[in-house]
């Protein structure tokens, strides 16, 4: 198929190979240059403008950072689309935002899916990612047997709504954004009692951290925070859209969005997330 990619963070970087390697005729494009490089060296065709992109493709994938890059890309940036092409939004948004695409797709005579993607760097890689696809169904079929080149077969989740597969990423992070601030807690509370980080973590290996642990406890360790799984920023911005899209308050994600501002503002927005165990190392 011609599928165009809209999206090259980390992520997207990932996501897009397994769509060249399946042998689909992929054209992307990024705001910076190098990322669309580096995946025009895989076998994508770069395009100059997100319009260029879109132009004559059946199926547009797009990867950005939040829901006010997908409205300045896609939703106002007047792309040409073709009749009927089939969107499928993996970017992480808020329920209400899903809604608003799906609205405005519509009306634009495009097929809207929302298919976020669980998980990090490595099963990316690997192919391995959960994935959730909401959406009208026949949209979302198609959509499926797109996105099941990233997907864990046994991890692959229809949603019967668009907004439905937005809530579910966002429960997802807020899970592992509390777990995180376990781990935290968990350090200096061992610290505190004269455990060192290696008996913290080797307890932790125990309990129901056990995988954040094994994931996180070499970058800890080792105090590698620049070796990038899922960076601040993104976890930021998550937390912010948990928060806002939340009618109770959400205190335990409130104490962690607040961790990852303060890292924000001092320059590590760009680091993993452990990096909020940084002072507790």
Known sequence: MRISFIGLGRMGRELVVHLIDAGHEVTVWNRSAPAAEEVGERGATVAQTAADA????????????????????????????????????????????????????????VRYVHSPVIGSLAPA?????????GGDPDAATEAAGIVSVWADPDKLRMIDSAAKAATGKLIANLALAVSMEGLVEALRLG?????NTDEVLSTLALSTLAPLAAGKGDTIRQR???????????????????????????????????????ASRDGRGEMDIAVIAERDA
């Open 224 to 262: 590698a925070f620049d070796d990038t799984q899922f960076s601040v920023d993104l976890l930021l911005k998550d937390t912010r859209l948990m928060i806002a899209s939340s009618r109770s308050p959400l205190p335990a994600v409130s104490v962690v969005h607040e961790a990852l501002e303060d």
């Open 125 to 133: 890689r690997a192919g391995r990612l959960a994935v959730l696809v």
């Open 54 to 109: 879109v132009a004559g493709a059946e199926v547009v994938v797009s990867a950005l950072f939040g829901p006010d890059a997908v409205r300045e890309v896609i939703v106002d940036g007047g792309l040409p689309f073709v009749p009927s092409a089939l969107w499928i939004d993996v970017t992480t948004v808020a329920p209400a935002d899903a809604a608003a695409f799906a609205d405005w797709a519509s009306k634009a005579g």
């Open 191 to 195: 610290h505190s009692n004269h455990l």
